[in-house]
């Protein structure tokens, strides 16, 4: 089974950067979107982006187009989240994972081999 690793979490300023990566090991990608959720404190485990490992194509959530990229490089067995335009309300715990089969979706139901997240905290 794939395991996944988050890292790249931190504190930084609204208006500011960061970069998350998710290692993959165990399994390759091809034929998986790789996903990125996030999970604010007493709130529901919500899509931000995903990618389809082989073919690349992206798909986001409404409240992070134009500020987010999500990215991999197959060599790294990694995708990334390029996070620009930080806000307060962008903080949570991010999480990857990983669907399976065919289709785009954005429900975390769909998606499986959760990573263990990285806290990100935008201060106002």
């Known amino acids: 089974q794939v395991q996944l690793v988050e890292s790249g979490g931190g504190l930084v300023q609204a208006g500011g950067s960061l970069r998350l990566s998710c290692g993959a090991s165990?399994?390759?990608?091809?034929?998986?979107?790789m996903g990125w959720f996030r999970q604010a404190p007493g709130k529901e485990r919500e899509f931000v982006a995903a990618?389809?490992?082989?073919?690349?194509?992206?798909y986001y959530s409404d409240f992070v187009k134009g500020r987010f990229t999500i990215s991999r490089d197959n060599a790294k067995n990694t995708v990334y989240l390029q996070m620009n335009t930080l806000k307060p309300e962008d903080t949570a715990v991010y999480y990857c994972?990983?669907?399976?089969?065919?289709?785009?979706?954005?429900?975390?139901?769909?998606?499986?081999?959760w990573g263990q997240g990285t806290q990100v905290t935008v201060s106002s």
């Open positions: 165990g399994r390759t990608f091809s034929s998986y979107y």
């Open positions: 994972a990983i669907r399976r089969g065919p289709g785009r979706s954005t429900s975390p139901h769909d998606f499986g081999s």
């Open positions: 990618i389809s490992w082989s073919g690349g194509s992206t």
